[in-house]
């Protein structure tokens, strides 16, 4: 079975990351949660997860952290999409459906200001 | 569930939530002998019997002391469907394998999906996680194994957009090459 094998082109992204790393010092670290229990996923979590990432691709977003989480125990909710920006409160969205989390990658991750309409209490 | 590769995101996440620090995906069609297998093996906590008892049929059990999801038992049942299994072989301390098996031809199988998207999630979501992922159709097939990328990237986070664009067109080119040769 060939094994995929593009190492060198992974030194060039590294060397463009830091380039441009140095450019754009500490805009605030962005962390974007997405909930992957058995609910989230069934409930369409992979596809939240994808526009999230795809939106991080598109619009060149750098310093954010995409990570997972289990079942929060709000499963009717889901998916569930928590950001955190820089050290504010964390916010929780609910029913993020993919066009929804191109919005909040959007308005909230991008510029700041938080999507109210899907916000949930947690 | 409508997608084989949202079972395997579900059980990569079992794996995750026993405390796996590297987890194997595997996804085999095989044409000739008409089956589909695939299997997730990790290095997490493991189970005893009755555990792996009551994470395949929740429902034999009155206990409720202990919290059990239904995302082995319907993958379990889908396969049975197609003429296919599903087995859990593990070990306390060492970890779990969860192989599963379809009749690949079969009307009621479901689509293997987005292969590449469940990978990359999994990949770009949970980077403290050695990953190897492999896929093949009869003798063609891919291995990806993140720790060389890891090791390349050093400190650029796997959620870089420009790693992102990297790891992405890297899967969905391997999983579409293996797909349009094969007979769907």
């Given at each position: 079975?060939?094994?995929?094998?593009?190492?060198?082109?992974?030194?060039?992204?590294?060397?463009?990351?830091?380039?441009?790393?140095?450019?754009?010092?500490?805009?605030?670290?962005?962390?974007?949660?997405?909930?992957?229990?058995?609910?989230?996923?069934?409930?369409g979590?992979?596809?939240?997860?994808k526009?999230?990432?795809?939106?991080?691709?598109?619009?060149?977003?750098?310093?954010?952290?995409?990570?997972?989480?289990?079942?929060?125990?709000?499963?009717?909710?889901?998916?569930?999409?928590?950001?955190?920006?820089?050290d504010?409160?964390?916010?929780?969205?609910?029913?993020?459906?993919?066009?929804?989390?191109?919005?909040?990658m959007?308005?909230?991750?991008?510029?700041?200001?938080?999507?109210?309409?899907?916000?949930?209490?947690? | 569930?409508?997608?084989?590769?949202?079972?395997?995101?579900?059980?990569?996440?079992?794996?995750?939530?026993?405390?796996?620090?590297?987890?194997?995906?595997?996804?085999?069609?095989?044409?000739?002998?008409?089956?589909?297998?695939?299997?997730?093996?990790?290095?997490?906590?493991?189970?005893?019997?009755?555990?792996?008892?009551?994470?395949?049929?929740?429902?034999?059990?009155?206990?409720?002391?202990?919290?059990?999801?239904?995302?082995?038992?319907?993958?379990?049942?889908?396969?049975?469907?197609?003429?296919?299994?599903?087995?859990?072989?593990?070990?306390?301390?060492?970890?779990?394998?969860?192989?599963?098996?379809?009749?690949?031809?079969?009307?009621?199988?479901?689509?293997?999906?987005?292969?590449?998207?469940?990978?990359?999630?999994l990949?770009?979501?949970?980077?403290?996680?050695?990953?190897?992922?492999?896929?093949?159709?009869?003798?063609?097939?891919?291995?990806?194994?993140?720790?060389p990328?890891?090791?390349?990237?050093?400190?650029?986070?796997?959620?870089?957009?420009?790693?992102?664009?990297?790891?992405?067109?890297?899967?969905?080119?391997?999983?579409?090459?293996?797909?349009?040769?094969?007979?769907?």
């Amino acid at each position: 079975m060939p094994t995929i094998k593009s190492l060198d082109d992974l030194k060039r992204i590294r060397e463009e990351a830091l380039e441009k790393r140095k450019v754009k010092t500490a805009s605030g670290q962005v962390q974007v949660i997405v909930g992957m229990g058995t609910c989230g996923i069934a409930a369409g979590a992979r596809d939240a997860m994808k526009a999230i990432l795809e939106t991080i691709q598109n619009e060149n977003l750098e310093g954010v952290i995409v990570t997972q989480t289990g079942c929060i125990g709000l499963c009717e909710k889901e998916p569930i999409v928590q950001v955190v920006v820089g050290d504010q409160p964390k916010v929780t969205y609910g029913k993020v459906s993919p066009e929804v989390a191109r919005q909040i990658m959007q308005e909230h991750v991008k510029n700041g200001n938080v999507v109210k309409e899907y916000m949930i209490q947690v | 569930m409508r997608e084989i590769s949202l079972h395997l995101l579900d059980i990569a996440e079992n794996s995750i939530a026993a405390g796996a620090k590297n987890i194997t995906i595997t996804i085999r069609e095989d044409t000739t002998a008409d089956r589909l297998y695939l299997s997730v093996q990790d290095d997490g906590k493991g189970m005893d019997e009755e555990m792996i008892k009551k994470v395949t049929d929740p429902f034999v059990t009155t206990r409720t002391t202990r919290k059990v999801g239904l995302g082995i038992p319907l993958l379990k049942a889908a396969a049975e469907a197609c003429n296919g299994w599903l087995k859990i072989h593990s070990k306390v301390g060492e970890g779990t394998l969860v192989e599963v098996e379809f009749q690949r031809s079969h009307i009621d199988r479901m689509p293997l999906g987005d292969i590449a998207g469940t990978f990359l999630a999994l990949l770009v979501g949970n980077p403290q996680i050695h990953w190897v992922f492999r896929y093949s159709v009869d003798q063609d097939g891919f291995e990806l194994d993140d720790q060389p990328i890891k090791q390349e990237l050093q400190d650029i986070p796997l959620s870089d957009p420009l790693v992102l664009s990297y790891l992405r067109e890297m899967l969905e080119n391997n999983v579409r090459s293996l797909q349009t040769t094969s007979v769907y």
